[in-house]
């Protein structure tokens, strides 16, 4: 029982550790690396608090060096799906309950757990299991997962101060209840911050989760478990499956309890699931929230006024960091002509000093993509364009997967708008570049607006002001992340809320109280102090 109005420690974001040579974090970071790489885990699922092990194991290996096996994760049938549903409505029935300071606390020990004995261990799955730098471990893993722990909390009550006004005689509030079921939570293989925070946010609000990893994230989501386990979160509140992601999604929608999508992934997917849910939806006890961040093809735009350096070392930045998957990244830019030859110059002499490989080598800046269907995917495309005499390739092209995963960071010039890399999503380190003439700037903005389905991320530049204020408007529904003069990535908890539109998903925006209110379902209670006893009202007379 609450005995005070609680105020709780102020969020502030995770510093960022710099991994400079002989620091202490990163000689503990690259002996943990070294550990764990030499090591072998078993990853078993999580219902109820138990640790299940079928035996039906599929193996976890580094895609920088995919014959090496760091361990295995075990794989569900439909019994076990069905009891982790069962057992978290179990679990709600307690955790529904439990007073919103219990539930902060939990998720605050987390936070403080893994900004100190978890951080090297995390990032060193991290760097494993997903093939991320140092850098990029550190501020994906480590801080932003910290971030989202510590910002949701704020967020949390202030959503919970956001009361109506009360007549004389009467008080009026509202409470924020959990929703009535429990939470699918289905999270990517890139961000392991996305794959803590789907289920952990709809958690903190009072909900209870089934979370279906993405199994080319097991290993860095099995220190998540552990992280949550040791901050004290009680057994059957979040429990995770992993196996063939059809049958745990038949299974999960098909129940009268369900009763909410927490997505990260591709548009095919999630549109499907959403059509699945329409198809079910007089089988719920109530109208399902769907909440779901998928694709994108994200761009640079660039006006005349610009910087030109400034330009490419966004380009370069923006499209090859933790190889070009992220949902942000740039794979698209509209150059001017006058520009042209000088970004040109600065993009190919960056591009070809980056250094790829193993992220245990800390002067890789590229690293491998996170399977072979996503190699030969992107190297179709980088194939297709050696031999079009509609584009020219003019730096990278080259790719290898014998030993890991690698596409080297490659960069087209396209004649057409519309050609194919201008307008698929391909998930690698590809750039193309769309030059178009000066005077053509107005119908360049329509060309990125209307070149794609997606609208999640966009940066342009330009030093003019009156350019800024118009391509601004022109792009407004383009990006729900819109940068100007900067790279299309990097959105920080708590400073630049995350999501889009269109195909690129429902825009309720991770990293803010939008994303936390989705989980809750409100209700409306007024006190009346002195009870009427006479029907009439004054205008009878």
């Given amino acids: 029982m609450s005995r005070g109005f609680f105020n709780v420690p102020k969020a502030v974001n995770e510093p960022v550790k710099e991994y400079a040579p002989g620091s202490p974090e990163r000689e503990q970071l690259l002996a943990t690396y070294k550990e764990m790489f030499n090591s072998n885990i078993d990853v078993p699922m ?9 035996g039906n194991t599929k193996n976890i290996t580094p895609p920088h060096d995919h014959q090496h096996v760091v361990g ?9 799906v069905d009891s982790a549903i069962s057992t978290a409505l179990a679990a709600r029935q307690a955790w529904s309950r439990v007073s ?12 403080e757990l893994l900004a100190g004995p978890y951080r090297a261990r995390m990032n060193a799955a991290t760097m494993i299991g997903q093939s991320k730098n140092v850098h990029q471990a550190e501020i994906d893993a480590a801080c932003e997962t910290i971030d989202f722990l510590r910002f949701n909390v704020q967020y949390m009550i202030d959503i919970f101060k956001d009361q109506p006004a009360s007549s004389p005689g009467i008080w009026n509030r509202v409470e924020y209840r959990p929703l009535e079921g429990f939470v699918y939570a289905i999270s990517p293989f890139n961000f392991t911050a996305i794959a803590a925070n789907l289920p952990a946010s709809a958690a903190m609000m009072g909900n209870v989760v089934v979370w279906k990893p993405s199994d080319h994230q097991a290993y860095s989501a099995q220190v998540i478990v552990d992280l949550f386990k040791e901050a004290g979160l009680p057994d059957g509140v979040i429990n995770v499956v992993y196996g063939d992601p059809v049958m745990i999604s038949d299974t999960v929608l098909a129940s009268r309890d369900f009763s909410g999508l927490h997505f990260t992934g591709s548009t095919h997917v999630f549109k499907n699931l959403w059509q699945q849910i329409g198809n079910n939806i007089h089988n719920y006890k109530t109208y399902p929230r769907i909440v779901g961040e998928t694709g994108g093809k994200d761009f640079i735009w660039v006006h005349n006024s610009s910087n030109p350096i400034q330009v490419a070392t966004a380009i370069v930045r923006g499209t090859f960091e933790y190889q070009g998957q992220k949902c942000s990244a740039a794979s698209r830019s509209y150059i001017p002509a006058s520009l042209w030859e000088e970004v040109k110059k600065h993009v190919i002499a960056q591009t070809k000093d980056i250094k790829m490989g193993s992220p245990e080598d800390t002067n890789n800046f590229v690293n491998a993509v996170i399977h072979e269907a996503s190699f030969d995917k992107i190297a179709s495309f980088i194939d297709a364009a050696k031999t079009d005499a509609d584009v020219e390739i003019i730096v990278g092209g080259n790719h290898d997967k014998s030993i890991g995963y690698f596409i080297e960071p490659t960069v087209i010039v396209a004649k057409s708008p519309t050609y194919a890399t201008m307008t698929t999503e391909l998930f690698g380190p590809v750039m193309t570049v769309f030059v178009y003439e000066d005077a053509a700037w107005e119908a360049s903005l329509k060309l990125v607006d209307e070149s794609t389905e997606y609208g999640l991320t966009g940066a342009i530049f330009s030093n003019d002001r009156y350019i800024v204020e118009k391509a601004s408007e022109a792009l407004e529904n383009a990006a729900g992340n819109f940068y100007i003069n900067d790279k299309p990535t990097g959105a920080v908890v708590g400073q630049q809320p995350f999501g889009g539109a269109r195909a690129s998903g429902t825009n309720d925006k991770a990293g803010s109280a939008q994303n936390l209110l989705r989980w809750t379902s409100a209700r409306l209670i007024k006190e009346t102090f002195v009870t009427p006893t006479n029907y009439k009202y004054p205008f009878l007379g």
Avoid: P
């Avoid at 999580?46 to 079928?54: D, F, K, P, Y």
């Fill in 100 to 111: 919103w300071t219990e539930r902060a606390t939990i998720f605050l020990k987390a936070a």
């Fill in 46 to 54: 999580h219902i109820n608090g138990e640790e299940v092990r079928t």
């Fill in 72 to 80: 295995q994760y075990h794989t569900a049938d439909k019994t076990h």
